[in-house]
C-alpha cells in the first residue's frame, strides 16, 4: 500500500503472538524498534536477522488513518 508517496506493508493475515498483541488485518506497518519497513522482505529481513523468539518489539502502525505504537513478543517462526 502506498502511504505519502513510499510503499508499505499492508498485513494480510494475522495469527499467533501478533495476533494476541493486537495487530489486524489491513495494519500497514510503518516501522519496527525504529527500522523503517517498507517491503515484505525487509520485514521478514528483520524478523530472521534483527530479532530473536520471546523478544519484545515495538511496532509503528498504521490503522485507519491513525498512527500508533503497540509492542508484541515475538513468536518461533514457522518452518517452510
Do not use: C, Y
Not at 511496532?59 to 505504537?69: A, G, K, M, P
Amino acid at each position: 500500500v502506498k502511504v505519502e508517496d513510499r510503499w508499505r506493508v499492508r498485513v494480510a493475515k494475522v495469527e499467533g503472538p501478533a495476533s494476541e498483541g493486537g495487530l489486524k488485518v489491513g495494519d500497514v506497518i510503518l516501522a519496527i524498534d525504529q527500522t523503517e519497513i517498507f517491503t515484505p522482505a525487509e520485514l521478514k529481513s528483520f524478523i530472521i536477522e534483527a530479532a530473536q523468539p520471546n523478544q519484545t518489539v515495538l511496532l509503528h502502525v498504521l490503522r485507519n488513518s491513525t498512527e500508533f505504537h503497540m509492542t508484541i513478543v515475538l513468536g518461533e517462526l514457522a518452518s517452510g
